[in-house]
């Protein structure tokens, strides 16, 4: 059975990789920001913490098995409203990161991270992708006949739209569904020594090849700079982990968020609609489980 993914970012390509007969078809330019942290943060998982701690096993055996740089590390967490870890002071903090300069802090020991990069690499490697605008979908009765793109039509027996950046506008006539986008920003930088995650007042910072500092979240969609959040998250980091002066690179993000939480569901005969409220990276394995047993039923 043949199936078109459509989206490639980490669930299309997750997506593709388990479905052998499948084209995963990418919209045309940078939609794909590569903005994303990478990491898996349980606590943060709220009602959905047992699906992120599936997907850190999930993860855990495919980077294995793909070479994939990824890391099992502890989460510290600085900030007035307390999620029920473990309360630890400096002393402990400093064992545990020595870069770290806070009193007190949250710990807890559920954190993944995944070098993004390395892992969208390797499943784009072998999967087959055309990277094409699709312009429109074309039925026949209740099914899918195919897609219209730009260069032509695209035909499968099954559909599969991931709900990211820009794919919402495609399919929201065919399924009622509420979709924000919250625009963010990915400061990478040279390394300093973290061991683990770090956040302070709802920024992040992890380190892999490089540095990485995220937080701010707005409801945006315009792809400048706002280089006052830059700031903020500088001067956030700077008076935990010190001064942050080494060159910069800045990268804009979407995130496609469904208010009322994960979706994975049948939008027409032959088409499902898969999307993952705001834990995109660390819900994928669990939605393409999904995905390809409702494709299967």
Not at 146 to 151: A, F, H, Q, S
Not at 287 to 293: D, F, G, N, P, T
């Amino acid at each position: 059975m043949s199936t078109v993914i459509v989206g490639g970012g980490i669930t299309g390509l997750l997506l593709s990789y388990s479905l052998s007969d499948s084209l995963v078809v990418d919209f045309k330019g940078p939609k794909n920001s590569m903005a994303s942290l990478w990491t898996i943060i349980p606590p943060l998982c709220g009602d959905l913490f047992g699906d992120c701690l599936r997907s850190e096993e999930i993860y855990s055996t495919l980077c294995n098995k793909l070479g994939v740089n990824f890391k099992k590390v502890n989460v510290i967490r600085s900030s007035e409203k307390k999620l029920g870890g473990k309360i630890i002071e400096s002393k402990e903090i400093k064992e545990l990161e020595p870069k770290v300069n806070l009193e007190y802090a949250e710990l807890f020991d559920n954190g993944m991270f995944v070098e993004g990069p390395q892992i969208i690499s390797s499943l784009t490697k072998d999967i087959n992708m055309k990277k094409e605008m699709v312009k429109k979908i074309v039925f026949d009765n209740k099914s899918i006949s195919y897609l219209e793109t730009e260069n032509g039509k695209i035909r499968a027996d099954q559909y599969i739209f991931t709900l990211g950046y820009g794919i919402y506008e495609l399919i929201k006539g065919l399924y009622n569904i509420d979709v924000n986008y919250f625009k963010g920003h990915l400061i990478i930088t040279m390394k300093i020594g973290l061991k683990g995650i770090l956040i302070v007042n709802d920024r992040i910072a992890v380190e892999g090849d490089n540095l990485y500092l995220n937080g701010d979240s707005k409801p945006q969609q315009d792809q400048s700079i706002d280089y006052e959040e830059i700031s903020k998250t500088l001067k956030t980091f700077s008076n935990v982990i010190g001064p942050i002066t080494d060159k910069l690179e800045v990268k804009v993000g979407f995130r496609t968020v469904v208010p009322t939480g994960p979706i994975v569901t049948r939008i027409s005969d032959n088409a499902i609609l898969v999307g993952g409220h705001k834990l995109g990276f660390a819900l994928a394995p669990i939605l393409v489980e999904k995905a390809i047993s409702l494709l299967k039923g």
